[in-house]
């Protein structure tokens, strides 16, 4: 399992290349919690979280939880975005 890092570093250079859906106007981050899926140093597929400097587990705990729930009402509803 790999250590956590050290200190932080500006998303940019951690995710280069990686693109996601812009926020909502007037939306501002707080802070995140990312579930990444990589190669790792052997070329295996992983996963592995990373947090803001202000991340704390509990909350992320109950912020994926409620993602699961969400999900998993999307997929049973059949749910289309609106904003894709």
């Given at each position: 399992?790999?250590?956590?890092?050290?200190s932080?570093?500006?998303?940019?250079?951690?995710?280069?290349?990686?693109e996601?859906?812009?926020?909502?106007?007037?939306?501002?981050?707080?802070?995140?919690?990312?579930?990444?899926?990589?190669?790792?140093?052997?070329?295996?597929?992983?996963?592995?979280?990373?947090?803001?400097?202000?991340?704390?587990?509990?909350?992320?705990?109950?912020?994926?939880?409620?993602?699961?729930?969400?999900?998993?009402?999307?997929?049973?509803?059949?749910?289309?975005?609106?904003?894709?």
């Amino acid at each position: 399992m790999p250590e956590p890092p050290t200190s932080n570093k500006p998303i940019g250079d951690v995710l280069s290349g990686v693109e996601i859906q812009p926020l909502p106007e007037g939306w501002v981050v707080l802070g995140f919690h990312a579930m990444l899926k990589c190669l790792d140093e052997d070329g295996d597929v992983n996963w592995i979280s990373r947090y803001t400097e202000d991340g704390h587990y509990i909350e992320s705990l109950g912020a994926m939880r409620a993602a699961v729930v969400m999900l998993e009402c999307q997929v049973r509803d059949g749910y289309q975005p609106d904003d894709t």
